[in-house]
């Protein structure tokens, strides 16, 4: 279970632009020919709303909140899986959260813990302050590249 220090901290931390694209878009990250695949599988215990995701090609943009890509992903069952064409081998990583009131928007109670599930890349569990980029970030190699988080 999450702390409420971490929660507090975790709701500060989600934001994303208001670009977000549908799991099926495309959006164009750069010039060269299409190097890297990555296929996220996102585990919830709850079959309602959407799954939002950002993701992150570097530290900097992890820390500003400015997504490389940005994938909507509407729940019908216990997973929901997004795919990320063109990146560029590297590390990346992702924070996520599960719209269940379809307003776009990590909801928070009063006291800023959120009342959504979220979860970031790696599982990484918040535990003091928000969660930096290296506990997230994970490295994604030329061709096709899969991972899993849960949401929870």
Known sequence: MKSLTCLMMAAAIFSFSDN??????HV????????????????VERREGAVMAALFD???????????????????GPT???VFHDLLPG???LKVFQDLNG?????????????EPFAFSNDA?????????EAAAFPVKAGRNVHTIVID
């Open 125 to 133: 569990m918040v535990r003091f302050g928000p969660l930096e980029w």
């Open 91 to 93: 590390r990346v990583a």
């Open 28 to 43: 164009e990250q750069n010039t060269e020919p299409a190097k890297t695949i990555l296929t996220v599988t996102f585990t």
């Open 20 to 25: 977000a694209v549908t799991a099926n878009d």
């Open 103 to 115: 307003d776009a928007v990590m909801n928070v109670n009063p006291f800023g813990m959120p009342v």
């Open 58 to 76: 570097n530290a900097a943009a992890y820390k500003a909140g400015e997504a490389a890509n940005a994938v909507t992903i509407a729940v019908d």
């Open 80 to 82: 929901a899986t997004a």
